[in-house]
């Protein structure tokens, strides 16, 4: 259990990291992701994406 909030926990962070890139890809924008201002600076935290992506990835690492 610990190692799956490690793993997304580290997926938050890349995702976060990646987030402008992706954006033009319309990654980011989902209903679950939150954008905020706080003292003038924008923070997203992309829930729904990296959950998304998790599942993607598990997906393909199942069947292949």
């Given at each position: 259990m610990i190692r799956w909030v490690v793993v997304i926990f580290l997926a938050v962070i890349?995702?976060?990291?990646?987030?402008?890139?992706?954006?033009?890809?319309?990654?980011?924008?989902?209903?679950?992701?939150l954008r905020?201002?706080?003292f003038g600076r924008v923070f997203s935290l992309p829930f729904a994406s990296t959950i998304l992506i998790s599942l993607v990835v598990f997906l393909l690492a199942r069947f292949l």
């Open positions: 890349i995702f976060s990291s990646l987030l402008p890139w992706l954006e033009k890809l319309g990654i980011g924008r989902l209903p679950g992701d905020f201002k706080l």
